[in-house]
C-alpha cells in the first residue's frame, strides 16, 4: 500500500491551487484473524483495508474528510479526486481556526519492519493443534498494519509493521481461567506449544474450590497485565494537556502540585520503544521519550498541536486525544519471582477488568479482578479467589500503598482491534501494594 | 458513492462458488461530525467508508473475508479467502458436525425520516454556536463543547443462490452538549444527552428539534454550576429513582449483556466476558420483580437500533425476552441459537445478530431492548419514597465479566426526603448485584416518563465491534440500594 498512498497523495497534491496546503494520512492493514472458542474455530477471516484522511487547508480555514480505499489505483484515484472537489467546495462556508497548526517541514521517515508470519493453514493448524484437549477461548490476529502521512509541503512518512498478536485464555471450568498474550513478528510453533503448555500447568492453581473474601482492605499483588490495565486509565484525559488545562483530568491533584505518587514512580511516553509511528496526523515527529511523571512528581504533559496552539505550550507529537500510544513505566528493586514471597499473605491479582472512574477528581477507579486471581498464604498461592469489585485511588495504588516494583517490566502490544488493530505498547512492572480496597 | 445494488448482485453470483452458503453483506456509509468547542469550530469530519465481507460455509466450517475492493477481482479475491477459512474450519468449528443454517436474506427497511438532514455544514456550525455561547455565563464555566454527529448507512445482504437483494438504509442523528465547572477545587461536568452520546435516535432534522437540544446550552451550564455548589451524596442504603437517561445503562449492563447467546455460549470469555446466565434458566429464572418486562423491538421506527432483519438475514419481530421478571429468552440470532439448541431444543431467539461495519463478522448484540412502562407517576414514585436519591444521566459504570457485581455513577443526583424532591447533591454512586438489584424494582413509571435513547458505542467480540444499541425506559424506583458519593 505504500505507493499507492505516495501515488494518491502526490497525484493530489498536482490538483492543489493557490495557496492550498493538503495533509495526506494513511492507515491500513491485512489482517488474518482467526477466532476459537473450546480449542475450536469460531470466526476466521480475512480483512483488507486502508483509509486515507485529506486534509485541505486555505490560510487558516482547514477541511478533512476520510474514505476508504479499494487497492485499486484508477478507482482510488477518481474517489481522491471527488472528495478533494468536495473538500474545496466547501472550505470557504467554513470559520478560521484560531487553534490550525501542522508541520511546514519537508521531514521524510520511513520504519518498514518485517515478519514471518504464519499462512492460514500454519495458524489454524498450529493453534487448533496446540490446543486440543484445553478449552481455549480466544483470537489470533496476523498480517501487516501500515500508516502513513504525506504532506503538499513535502514531508513524507511511512511505517510498517508486521506483527501478530495471539490473545487467549485458557479455562479450568466456570470462570476461572488462565490469560495469556503472545506477540512477535517471528511465528514459531514450538514456542506456541511451549506456551499452551506452560499455561496448562498453571491451571492447576485453578482446581480448588474458588474462595470469597469479605470486602475490606488487603494486601495485593497487581500482575505486570493488571498494573498496565491502571495505568491505561491515565489515558482517559489523566495525562491530556487539554485535560488539565480545563480541571478535567484524573490525575490534576498531581498536575497542580497538590498531592504525588510513590517516589519510585517513573512514568513516560517512550514512542523509541513502541510500536505507533513516530510521526503524528500533521506531520510533527514525535520526540523519543515524553517524561510524565519522574520520582512521583508531574513532569510532563502529552500536548497536541491544536492544544499547544490554544494554551501557548509546546506540543510534543499528541495526537487529538492526547493519550499514550507507548506506555513506559520504569521497573523497581522486587525481583519478579519473589513477587510471592514478598506478597505473604494477600491476593495475588492476574488481570484487572472493565475499570472506570469513581471519583476522577480524587482518581478513584473503581474494577473487578478477573482471571488468574488468587489468596496467597505464606508466599503460597493458596486457592483462586472469586471476583471481586474494588475501587481505590490512584493515589494510593501508584503512592501510599505501592511497597515495591518489580525488576523487570513486560511488554504488552494492546490486543485492541476496534476498527483497526492497535499498534500501541506497554513496558510495565508488577506492583506489591501494601493495601487495596475490595468492596463487593 | 453508491452502489448498484442489482449490478453488484449479478456480479457477485457470477463469480460466487457453489457452496453449502455463500452471501455477501455491503456497508456504505457516510458519517459527519461537527464541534463548537468554548465557542470555536473544531475541525469537521466527514467519514466515506465502504466494503463488502463475504461469507461461506462449507460443512461445519464457516469463513469470511472483507475488502473494499467490490470490482469483479475484489469480489474473486473475498470469495477465495472466504471460501479457503471455511475449508480449513471444516471439521474442528464450534458447529461441532452441524452445518450453520443461515438464513436466506429478504425484503427492505428505510428509517423513517421525516426531514433529512440538508442543513450545510456551515449551518450546523451556527446552530452549535449558539448553544456553545449559551453556556458562557460564568467564569467558573471552564470548558464546554456542543457537537452534531449525522449519518447516513446503507446495507446489502444477498445470497449466492437468488433473490432480490435485501436493502437497508439508515439515517442517524446523535446531538450532543457538556459542560465543565470548576471552582475551590471541586470539577463537575453536566451533559444533556449523556457525555457519551446519549441522545442517538433514527432520524434527520426532526431528532434535533424534538430532543429539546435547542436551548440545552445554558440550561446545562446552569446545572453545571448547581452541582458545583451542591454538596457530595450521602452515603448509606437508601432507595433510588432512576431517570431514564441511567436507565438505559442500567438495562444494557445488567440485562442485556448477560442475555446475549454468544456470552453465554462462551465466545466472549477472552474478552467482554461470561454471563452468570445458564441455558437452563430460560422459561424458569425469575429475573427481577414481577414488575419488570424487557422487550427485544426492532420494530420502534425513531430508536436507534431499529431494522428489518439482522447481518445473518433474519426477520426481526418484537418479542418478550422477560415478563412479569421471567426470563423467557436470550438475545440470540441463527447461528448461536443452532448451538444452543444442541442442549436446549425449545429455546427460541431473535433477531440480533449484527456486524458494526463491513469489515466484521455478526455476532450476538442486543439492539433495541426497552424496558416496557409501568403504572407509576414519576410523582407517585417520588411520593412513596422516604429516604432516596434521584439519580440522572450515567457518567460512570463497571461490572464484572458475568455481570453481577456492577458499580455506576450518576452526573446529577437530588434527594428525596419524606416524598419530596430536596437538595441537589453531586457525584451520586450506587452498586449492588444484577439480580438482586432487579428483584428491588418497586415502581415503573407510566409512558408519559420513557425516554427513548441509546449509545453507539456498545462495545464486545474479538475482532472488536462497537455497534449502535438503542434503550427506551421509563423512570424506576428501586429499594434498599446502597449508595455513596465522592472522596471529598
Known amino acids: 500500500m505504500r505507493d499507492l498512498f505516495f501515488e494518491l497523495a502526490d497525484h493530489a497534491f498536482g490538483q492543489l491551487a493557490g495557496s492550498e496546503v493538503l495533509l495526506a494520512n494513511f492507515s491500513g492493514e491485512a489482517t488474518d484473524f482467526i477466532r476459537l472458542n473450546h480449542a475450536q474455530v469460531r470466526q476466521p477471516m480475512s480483512v483488507r483495508q486502508g483509509e486515507l484522511s485529506l486534509a485541505l487547508i486555505e490560510g487558516r480555514r482547514r477541511n478533512q474528510a476520510s474514505f476508504g480505499l479499494t487497492g485499486v489505483a484508477a478507482a482510488d484515484l477518481e474517489r481522491t479526486d471527488l472528495v478533494l472537489r468536495e473538500l474545496r467546495r466547501e472550505l470557504s462556508s467554513l470559520p478560521e481556526d484560531p487553534y490550525l497548526l501542522y508541520c511546514t517541514d519537508a521531514a521524510h521517515s520511513e520504519r518498514i519492519e518485517r515478519g514471518t508470519l504464519p499462512s492460514a493453514e500454519q495458524a489454524i493448524d498450529d493453534v487448533v493443534g496446540a490446543a486440543a484437549g484445553t478449552d481455549l477461548v480466544g483470537i489470533l490476529a496476523s498480517g501487516p498494519m501500515m500508516r502513513g502521512f504525506a504532506s503538499s509541503l513535502g514531508a513524507r512518512h511511512w511505517h510498517q509493521v508486521e506483527a501478530f498478536l495471539f490473545d487467549w485464555s485458557l479455562y479450568h471450568s466456570g470462570d476461572k481461567a488462565v490469560k495469556c498474550a503472545w506477540s512477535g513478528s517471528r511465528w514459531d510453533r514450538a514456542e506456541l506449544s511451549r506456551r499452551i503448555e506452560a499455561a496448562r500447568g498453571q491451571l492447576e492453581h485453578l482446581a480448588q474450590p474458588a474462595r470469597s473474601i469479605a470486602p475490606g482492605e488487603y494486601r495485593a499483588y497487581l500482575s505486570p497485565a493488571a498494573l498496565d490495565e491502571l495505568l491505561w486509565m491515565l ?26 505518587l510513590a517516589p519510585q514512580v517513573q512514568l513516560t511516553e517512550d514512542t523509541a520503544r513502541g510500536l505507533a509511528p513516530a510521526f503524528d496526523e500533521v506531520g510533527f515527529t514525535k520526540p523519543a521519550q515524553v517524561p510524565l511523571v519522574r520520582d512521583g512528581r508531574h513532569a510532563g504533559s502529552l500536548v497536541s498541536p491544536r492544544t499547544g496552539a490554544e494554551y501557548g505550550l509546546a506540543a510534543n507529537g499528541a495526537g487529538e486525544d492526547e493519550s499514550m500510544r507507548a506506555v513506559a513505566l520504569a521497573g523497581g528493586t522486587l525481583a519478579e519471582e519473589e513477587a510471592l514471597a514478598a506478597l505473604d499473605t494477600g491476593i495475588y491479582i492476574g488481570n484487572l477488568h472493565y475499570l472506570n472512574f469513581s471519583d476522577r477528581a480524587s482518581g478513584r477507579v473503581t474494577g473487578m479482578t478477573r482471571f488468574a486471581t488468587f489468596w496467597v498464604e505464606g508466599g503460597r498461592i493458596a486457592a483462586p479467589l472469586a471476583v471481586m469489585r474494588w475501587d481505590d485511588s490512584l493515589y494510593r495504588l501508584l503512592g501510599t500503598e505501592l511497597e515495591a516494583l518489580t525488576d523487570a517490566p513486560h511488554w504488552i502490544l494492546n490486543s485492541g482491534t476496534y476498527g483497526q488493530r492497535s499498534v500501541e505498547t506497554s513496558r510495565v512492572p508488577g506492583a506489591l501494594l501494601r493495601r487495596m480496597t475490595f468492596t463487593l | 458513492m453508491p452502489f448498484d445494488a442489482e449490478t453488484l448482485a449479478q456480479r457477485f453470483r457470477r463469480v460466487a462458488p457453489a457452496a453449502d452458503h455463500c452471501s455477501l453483506r455491503v456497508v456504505e456509509e457516510r458519517s459527519e461530525t461537527i464541534s463548537v468547542r468554548q465557542d470555536q469550530a473544531e475541525p469537521v469530519r466527514t467519514s466515506l467508508d465502504h466494503g463488502g465481507m463475504v461469507t461461506v460455509v462449507d460443512g461445519d466450517g464457516i469463513g469470511y473475508a472483507a475488502t473494499s475492493d467490490l470490482s469483479d477481482a475484489g469480489l474473486a479475491w473475498a470469495l477465495a479467502q472466504a471460501a479457503r477459512w471455511a475449508r480449513l474450519a471444516r471439521g474442528r468449528s464450534v458447529f461441532a458436525g452441524q452445518p450453520p443454517q443461515l438464513p436466506q436474506p429478504r425484503g427492505r427497511y428505510a428509517s423513517a425520516t421525516q426531514r433529512p438532514m440538508h442543513w450545510s455544514k456551515a449551518e450546523r456550525i451556527e446552530l452549535l454556536m449558539r448553544e456553545s455561547q449559551a453556556c458562557r455565563i460564568d467564569p467558573r464555566i471552564v470548558d464546554w463543547q456542543a457537537s452534531l454527529w449525522t449519518l447516513g448507512t446503507q446495507q446489502m445482504l444477498i445470497g449466492a443462490d437468488g433473490g432480490a437483494p435485501a436493502l437497508q438504509s439508515f439515517d442517524f442523528t446523535i446531538p450532543s452538549l457538556h459542560v465543565v465547572a470548576h471552582g475551590d477545587g471541586v470539577t463537575q461536568t453536566r451533559s444533556w444527552g449523556g457525555r457519551y452520546n446519549g441522545y442517538c435516535q433514527q432520524g434527520g432534522i426532526e431528532v434535533i428539534e424534538r430532543s429539546g437540544f435547542i436551548g440545552s446550552g445554558r ?105 412479569d421478571g421471567l426470563l423467557l429468552r436470550p438475545l440470540g440470532g441463527s447461528s448461536s441459537l443452532q448451538r444452543a439448541q444442541r442442549r436446549v431444543p425449545e429455546l427460541a431467539g431473535v433477531a440480533t445478530t449484527r456486524a458494526c461495519a463491513w469489515n466484521r463478522p455478526p455476532i450476538d448484540r ?61 457525584d451520586p454512586n450506587y452498586r449492588g448485584v444484577s439480580r438482586e438489584f432487579w428483584r428491588s424494582l418497586t415502581m415503573v413509571g407510566r409512558p408519559e416518563t420513557v425516554e427513548v435513547m441509546g449509545t453507539p458505542y456498545c462495545g464486545k467480540g474479538e475482532p472488536n465491534q462497537a455497534v449502535r444499541v438503542g434503550h427506551a425506559s421509563p423512570a424506576c424506583r428501586f429499594s434498599d440500594i446502597d449508595v455513596f458519593g465522592a472522596e471529598r
Open chain 2, 366 to 426: 442486543m439492539s433495541n431492548l426497552n424496558v416496557e412502562p409501568g403504572e407509576s407517576s414519576l410523582q407517585e414514585m417520588i411520593a412513596a419514597t422516604e429516604c432516596g436519591v434521584l439519580m440522572k444521566t450515567n457518567r460512570s459504570w463497571s461490572i464484572d465479566d458475568s455481570r453481577n457485581k456492577f458499580q455506576f455513577g450518576c452526573e446529577w443526583g437530588q434527594m428525596i426526603r419524606d416524598g419530596q424532591l430536596a437538595e441537589v447533591v453531586r
Open chain 1, 235 to 260: 489515558n482517559w484525559g489523566g495525562v491530556s494537556a487539554k485535560a488539565q488545562q480545563t480541571k478535567q483530568s484524573c490525575i490534576q491533584r498531581l498536575v497542580d502540585g497538590e498531592a504525588s
Open chain 2, 219 to 323: 440550561r446545562t451550564a446552569e446545572e453545571a454550576l448547581q452541582l458545583l455548589a451542591a454538596p457530595n451524596c450521602p452515603s448509606g442504603r437508601m432507595d433510588v429513582v432512576l431517570m431514564p437517561d441511567q436507565m438505559m445503562l442500567q438495562i444494557h449492563e445488567s440485562i442485556g449483556h448477560p442475555l446475549e447467546l454468544d456470552r453465554i455460549l462462551g465466545d466472549e470469555r477472552n474478552y467482554a466476558g461470561t454471563s452468570f446466565v445458564t441455558l437452563d434458566m430460560f422459561g424458569r429464572f425469575q429475573y427481577g420483580s414481577p414488575l419488570l418486562n424487557v422487550t427485544y423491538d426492532p420494530t420502534r421506527n425513531v430508536e436507534f437500533a431499529s431494522f428489518a432483519f439482522d447481518d445473518e438475514g433474519l426477520p426481526a419481530e418484537r418479542s418478550f425476552l422477560i415478563k
